[in-house]
């Protein structure tokens, strides 16, 4: 499996709260990626990173914040919590080498519940 | 626990058969596709890739066929065994960052 670990695995919170999701690589991949899955959608990106404090948004980024301070660690904060934002999560990362695109390779993901 | 669709399509095939599944991809700009396969509770695995420039590629027990004609992508999996059972979806890649990833098929390996 490639470097990457995501915690945590597993949380449960309330609505209205702030969460935060860590993903830490050890691949010293240029590009990382936060996306969601939900039955009947294929994952869904959420923000992006190129670089460190360079991130960009996906599709589905409202409600959500990242950051970038080092090239290993890229943190997804859902600033207040909602029901909707209840999915599992997933951080991948990607080298593209200049010849084209290159495959993500995936954390395990993280599953959040908001109650 | 379960981290994807719950009413995906679904492949049934006999211990040591061949498997196919298919996926359409929509933007023929696309010119780097991905093959990934999730078991339950994981994150999705790395199987195979292909460039748009290639019309077939093999790796260990796995081919990806690209029909770039009619934007379709295959997978076959050559002597299924039981832990070949997940879930296989299709990713197209377009530029660097952008991925974009069909809903999947759920294979099932029958004893």
């Known amino acids: 499996d490639a470097g990457i670990t995501q915690s945590p695995r597993h949380k449960v919170t309330e609505t209205g709260t702030p969460v935060t999701l860590r993903c830490h690589q050890t691949?010293?991949?240029?590009?990382m990626y936060w996306y969601r899955q939900d039955p009947g959608h294929g994952l869904r990106l959420i923000h992006y990173s190129y670089g460190v404090k360079d991130t960009d948004k996906g599709e589905v980024s409202d409600g959500y914040s990242v950051s970038r301070s080092k090239t290993e660690d890229f943190l997804l904060t859902l600033e207040s919590a909602t029901s909707s934002q209840t999915s599992v999560y997933f951080c991948a990362i990607s080298d593209p080498d200049g010849q084209g695109g290159t495959e993500a390779f995936f954390g395990q993901g993280t599953r959040l519940t908001v109650v | 626990g379960e981290s994807v669709g719950l009413h995906l399509p679904t492949l049934s095939v006999q211990e040591g058969d061949n498997s196919i599944i298919n996926c359409a991809y929509s933007n023929s700009a696309s010119d780097y596709f991905i093959w990934y396969k999730q078991e339950s509770g994981k994150g999705p695995q790395f199987i195979i890739d292909?460039?748009?420039?290639?019309d077939k590629r093999q790796g260990q027990r796995v081919t990806v066929l690209l029909n770039k004609t009619v934007k379709h992508l295959s997978l076959q999996i050559a002597a299924t065994q039981p832990g070949d059972s997940a879930v296989y979806f299709c990713?197209?890649?377009?530029?660097?960052?952008?991925?974009?990833f069909g809903t999947g098929t759920r294979l099932k390996v029958l004893a």
């Open positions: 990713a197209e890649n377009r530029g660097t960052y952008k991925y974009i």
């Open positions: 691949e010293n991949h240029r590009y």
């Open positions: 292909i460039r748009s420039n290639m």
